[in-house]
């Protein structure tokens, strides 16, 4: 590779940080970032001083072994919080809306439409056209009690 050796080492550095840099964006998980600042810094320090190549193999894995550790235990320390925690959870972000039974409630089972949308029913035995207030869900089931007029 003789087009390798007419390219500085500290290029070759800081290019493998931006590629691990871009390589988390595509394996999110938090961990190619750190090998990412390592790789950058070992760049950085290779421009600035003149390091051989055996000594920065080893400052990259020294600050790739302290860039993980100090990394995780940040994350540790301030862990990341949902935005909304209902977010994935659909049947649960019902719970207090009113619906409309289209399907009698009977043995403890009809369907409810709900926006555009027809919802699988549990609750005390109703006739259609009654409204209903979600107070919970199991699984994709909404269960339901009668609004008191």
Do not use: C
């Not at 940080?17 to 950085?44: D, Q, R, S």
């Not at 949308?117 to 699984?139: C, K, L, Y």
């Amino acid at each position: 590779m003789d087009w390798l050796d007419n390219v500085e080492p500290h290029y070759i550095w800081i290019a493998i940080g931006l590629f691990l840099g871009a390589a988390e964006i595509l394996v999110p998980g938090m961990f190619l970032l750190w090998l990412a600042a390592a790789a950058l810094i070992t760049g950085i320090l290779t421009w600035t001083l003149p390091i051989g190549v055996p000594l920065q193999i080893v400052i990259f894995a020294v600050m790739s072994i302290a860039a993980v550790f100090l990394g995780r235990n940040y994350i540790r320390r301030n862990p990341v919080h949902e935005v909304d925690p209902m977010m994935n959870k659909r049947g649960a972000r019902l719970v207090g809306e009113i619906a409309l039974l289209v399907q009698p409630i009977v043995g403890g089972t009809g369907r409810v439409k709900l926006g555009d949308s027809e919802w699988i029913a549990r609750g005390p035995d109703m006739t259609d056209g009654e409204r209903v207030r979600i107070i919970g869900t199991e699984g994709a089931i909404l269960l339901v009690e009668p609004i008191a007029d």
